[in-house]
């Protein structure tokens, strides 16, 4: 009989030990359902995860696009890592990215055609700001009415995702555009374009903040009290609560963190790859972050190596369905098995396999 | 010993791929949604298919399907470029910039963008069909079949090719019926079959009996299907699985002569840039079949209109013809030139109800 008996402590050598075998059983059960698809599996395995970082033709374009994918994922889990430790749940940095791109390109376009050194920084604050206050919604109604995050922020997004196409069709409309939705393009107004910082490299200023968010991150949690208590306020918050935590100015603190950050990744993107508001241009990024940061463990260095690796397997992904003619749907299993399969291999972080009948006590 | 043979076989197709390549014309395709959407989409992969019926072994294609309208488009247009793709067909409207930009980097490929407006570089062409003619076969058969007199119309975005099938359906309904009402659903998705499906629902709620969209997937028609009485078009592709009921007609989006001429031109060397917008007359829209649920009569009088529109001797926007807010557009048997057409953002006078923005 196989039975699971619970480690008194969970076991530091599982924690780190999962996602690499999480990675590897995802390979295998991937494997076998790409060889039912009538591909080779040795041979698609290889073009998701070896060629876009090692193939001569491809791998000079993809590789900068990894962190062009990955900049947005990282810098919105990083945000979203925090509450999620503390047990607020902002499951709604979606419309926090694209209210937060929506504000940016505004005041953008409202300086258009003028250039000056200070549009874009402004652009970036309106971007964070936005997405701040959009995020502080769902905060307010739950420190003011108890309400739950989880669905006021959802719901939000779909309130944001109208809003984007009001304005993709209204008032950020190019008006050079002959009635088309969408606005300008900020490619082509340079005061505006978050361009690359160094050509080629695909490190554009909201990769770079990514990263810094990461350190911030890091120190935050190890290194400030602010960062124990939110990590106290998640493992026991009644404890967290007699130690001087005051929950719902922490509950404001972790949303608008998230939000501000998912505001951050959306003017980026809106402002450099994608290049202009429309109606579609938000690619799911804040739904995906959430499993980034699941994914990451709720840990700034695990997210940083977790969005790199779902940023990976999209890039991978699109490679393999070009190369191979594999259907998009075997992709997207295949990145829920990787999820499916962390979350099952936590069980041996805090559970050991004993075979056998249980001791007689 | 199958996975050592396919081994072998990739090893094999590797190293004899490049001597190959020479002879063999490589043609990408991007799509919005997937080809089992059974709509628009679906109709683009048929044209891909007919590529390689066509081309034979002269010809290899790929597609990447569910590609967002966004910065995802660029890189997988700069991976197909990278992969030794000789065309690529961007086959949705908001692949309009990202087509641009990649034809910019790579100006030895021949980049189509269908629905488009920008060439913004000599490798760029853009294609279309005039939807708006089979609108007016279509709403000709509306405007009679209508007994509750409410058409029900579920639209993606409001662009001016959405918006000209909506005012031509409407024109020719009112035509034959002038109790003739259009009601309006914006879903602001191509692709969204939930979507859809919930618009067509609320459209029957309201009384509608005759059911259009200018959507990719077949949900309205399940919806329908649902209710008594109430009737739907085909929209794309011939979506005859709905036949009879509620799947009365269709509008046919028939890519592959394009396709297959576009794929000839680039062998031989001939490829330019053109900015085409093909018809019933060429043949890039077709009417589907006309079933027997249609009367005798009313099914010979869409056909007529049909014929006319495909000789030349009638127009779908042909005055006198007023603007929603009551002003003057077309005067008395004034025909709407293109421009007019490709830019267009107004409702016709009698329709209810604002363009959103």
């Given at each position: 009989m196989i039975r699971l008996e619970k480690r008194p402590v969970p076991s530091k050598l599982w924690t780190y030990l999962t996602p690499i075998a999480a990675v590897v059983a995802t390979m295998v059960a991937?494997?076998?359902?790409?060889?039912?698809?009538?591909?080779?599996?040795?041979?698609?395995?290889?073009?998701?995860?070896?060629?876009?970082?090692?193939?001569?033709?491809?791998?000079?374009?993809?590789?900068?696009?990894?962190?062009?994918?990955?900049?947005?994922?990282?810098?919105?889990?990083?945000?979203?890592?925090?509450?999620?430790?503390?047990?607020?749940?902002?499951?709604?940095?979606?419309?926090?990215?694209?209210?937060?791109?929506?504000?940016?390109?505004?005041?953008?376009?409202?300086?258009?055609?003028?250039?000056?050194?200070?549009?874009?920084?402004?652009?970036?604050?309106?971007?964070?700001?936005?997405?701040?206050?959009?995020?502080?919604?769902?905060?307010?109604?739950?420190?003011?009415?108890?309400?739950?995050?989880?669905?006021?922020?959802?719901?939000?997004?779909?309130?944001?995702?109208?809003?984007?196409?009001?304005?993709?069709?209204?008032?950020?409309?190019?008006?050079?555009?002959?009635?088309?939705?969408?606005?300008?393009?900020?490619?082509?107004?340079?005061?505006?374009?978050?361009?690359?910082?160094?050509?080629?490299?695909?490190?554009?200023?909201?990769?770079?903040?990514?990263?810094?968010?990461?350190?911030?991150?890091?120190?935050?949690?190890?290194?400030?009290?602010?960062?124990?208590?939110?990590?106290?306020?998640?493992?026991?918050?009644?404890?967290?609560?007699?130690?001087?935590?005051?929950?719902?100015?922490?509950?404001?603190?972790?949303?608008?963190v998230s939000g501000a950050a998912a505001g951050l990744a959306g003017i980026f993107e809106v402002s450099g790859p994608s290049g202009q508001i429309n109606i579609s241009f938000n690619a799911g990024y804040g739904f995906t972050a959430i499993i980034v940061a699941f994914l990451g463990r709720l840990h700034p260095v695990g997210i940083l190596l977790a969005g790199l690796l779902l940023a990976l397997t999209y890039i991978g992904g699109e490679l393999a369905q070009l190369m191979l003619g594999l259907p998009a749907a075997a992709i997207q299993v295949f990145q829920g098995m990787l999820l499916f399969f962390l979350l099952a291999m936590d069980v041996f972080t805090n559970y050991r396999i004993r075979i056998g009948s249980p001791e007689a006590a | 010993m199958k996975l050592m043979k396919s081994l072998m076989t990739a090893a094999v197709a590797l190293g004899v791929a490049a001597p190959a390549m020479a002879d063999t014309t490589k043609v990408g395709f991007v799509y919005v949604g997937t080809p089992g959407d059974g709509g628009w989409t679906y109709e683009h992969d048929e044209g891909r298919k007919a590529v390689e019926e066509h081309f034979g072994d002269k010809v290899e294609t790929t597609f990447v399907e569910n590609v967002a309208e966004g910065p995802d488009a660029e890189r997988v247009l700069t991976q197909m470029a990278l992969s030794g793709h000789d065309l690529i067909f961007t086959t949705s409207f908001g692949y309009m910039d990202q087509t641009n930009a990649v034809a910019a980097k790579f100006p030895d490929i021949k980049f189509e963008h269908a629905t488009g407006y920008k060439r913004e570089h000599p490798n760029v062409s853009t294609y279309g069909a005039r939807f708006y003619e089979g609108r007016a076969v279509i709403g000709t058969i509306a405007g009679h079949m209508t007994e509750s007199n409410k058409i029900g119309y579920i639209a993606s975005f409001p662009i001016p090719e959405v918006i000209r099938g909506i005012n031509s359906a409407y024109i020719h309904a009112k035509k034959v019926n002038p109790d003739a009402e259009m009601k309006v659903i914006w879903v602001f998705s191509w692709f969204d079959p939930a979507k859809e499906a919930d618009a067509a629902a609320a459209l029957i709620e309201q009384g509608v009996d005759v059911i259009m969209q200018h959507t990719d997937s077949t949900a309205p028609m399940a919806k329908a299907a649902e209710t008594e009485g109430v009737i739907a078009f085909g929209q794309a592709s011939d979506m005859a699985q709905f036949a009879p009921s509620p799947r009365v007609s269709s509008i046919i989006d028939n890519w592959a002569p394009y396709y297959i001429e576009r794929t000839q031109a680039v062998m031989d060397g001939t490829w330019e840039q053109v900015d085409t917008w093909g018809g019933i007359a060429s043949g890039m829209v077709k009417i589907g079949d006309i079933t027997d649920a249609i009367p005798a009569e009313v099914k010979a009088e869409a056909m007529a209109i049909e014929a006319s529109i495909a000789d030349g001797s009638y127009h779908a926007f042909t005055g006198p013809l007023n603007k929603q807010d009551g002003t003057p557009w077309l005067a008395e048997g004034e025909t709407a030139g293109d421009g007019d057409l490709l830019g267009m953002n107004f409702y016709v006078e009698g329709i209810e109800g604002d363009i959103p923005s």
């Open positions: 991937g494997g076998i359902l790409f060889a039912f698809l009538g591909k080779d599996p040795v041979e698609v395995i290889r073009i998701i995860f070896w060629d876009p970082l090692f193939h001569p033709d491809f791998s000079a374009y993809s590789r900068p696009q990894l962190l062009v994918k990955a900049g947005p994922l990282i810098l919105i889990a990083i945000g979203l890592s925090l509450g999620f430790r503390a047990g607020i749940w902002n499951i709604g940095a979606e419309g926090q990215y694209i209210i937060g791109a929506i504000c940016g390109a505004a005041v953008g376009l409202a300086f258009y055609p003028m250039d000056a050194w200070f549009i874009f920084p402004l652009m970036i604050i309106a971007g964070a700001i936005g997405g701040l206050l959009w995020a502080m919604i769902p905060a307010l109604l739950k420190t003011r009415f108890g309400t739950n995050e989880i669905l006021v922020s959802l719901m939000l997004v779909y309130v944001a995702s109208n809003q984007l196409a009001s304005v993709s069709q209204g008032l950020l409309r190019n008006p050079d555009g002959m009635g088309f939705p969408g606005s300008r393009n900020f490619q082509q107004y340079p005061a505006a374009y978050n361009a690359e910082l160094i050509a080629g490299t695909g490190m554009h200023w909201g990769v770079l903040t990514a990263f810094l968010a990461v350190i911030a991150a890091y120190i935050l949690l190890n290194r400030h009290i602010l960062g124990f208590q939110i990590r106290l306020t998640g493992e026991s918050p009644r404890a967290a609560r007699f130690s001087g935590v005051r929950p719902k100015l922490l509950i404001l603190f972790c949303m608008g | -």
